[in-house]
């Protein structure tokens, strides 16, 4: 990989060679790699993209590491952690963040200063950009319901201001997510309308009750399946039997169905093993295919091969991650 070498002595000491990814996603899975840069601004983001479609490098954009299952022998290319974070409020109620922002950051903030809209999403893990990607949702709020428009990062280097009708938004997902092309989300803005600072703390409050009560804390990569039409993922998983399932260390909730555990040391082949399991006896049990809200990224060998289960890096690159 001639590209791949010309490219690290291009970065320097600005890269980090052949780095483990397990501490860089919510699940703590994931092999190492072969470059990872960490991106403080949106104008770092798409200088280092820049330089590894320069050089004909795969690359991997990541987020806080939510909703994806790094494979154990890790991503080749370039990773690029995007923590750039500005956030600027408006008096007319937009806000403007960018993709590496903590989303429930961004909705606390929001709440406190008395603008409404972003309530739901006071404990959802994840960043902005990657909320855009996934149309993240919660509590009967979505992104596409807040959206006026995101900076997009295009294949050919521009970068286009998009307006929320053009991600074509869907139940936990838009045109973006899984897609091929290496868009990457830059910054979003969002609009927001005046509200009671009082009721809104109430909420919040609320929201982050809820969720602590429903979901399980630890080491988990948020949602597993999406809920299939008039039901939900976790209900059947539990009618299933299939609460504190367990293979080596990747568990089944027993708090909440649709949720797999980190529980000691689990690496990617047993979260996808369990995954795998779940949605067979699922199927098996009452005839429903669950699908994943999770996204497989990496090397993943001869069944990642497959259609439909290359990591994004194999795509020239991902748009972020929850």
Known sequence: MGGLADLARALGGRARRNEPLAAYTSMRVGGPADLLVVCRTAEEVVRMVGMARAHQVPFLVLGSGTNVLVADAGVRGLVVINRAGRVRFGEDGTVWAEAGASMAALARDAARRGWAGLEWAAGLPGTVGGAVVGNAGAFGGDVASVLRTATVLEPDGTVEERPAEWFEFRYRGSRLKGAEGGRVVLAATFGLRPGDPEAMAARVAEVLRERRARQPSGATMGSTFKNPPGDYAGRLIEAAGLKGYRIGGAMVSEQ???????????????????????????????????????????EWGEEAGKKGSKGAEERWGSCGSV
């Open 256 to 298: 909440h169905a649709n949720f797999i555990l980190n529980v000691g040391d689990a690496t990617a082949a047993e979260v996808w093993a369990l995954i795998q399991h779940v949605r067979a006896e699922v199927e098996r049990r009452f005839g429903v295919r669950l699908e994943l809200e999770v996204e497989r990224v990496g």
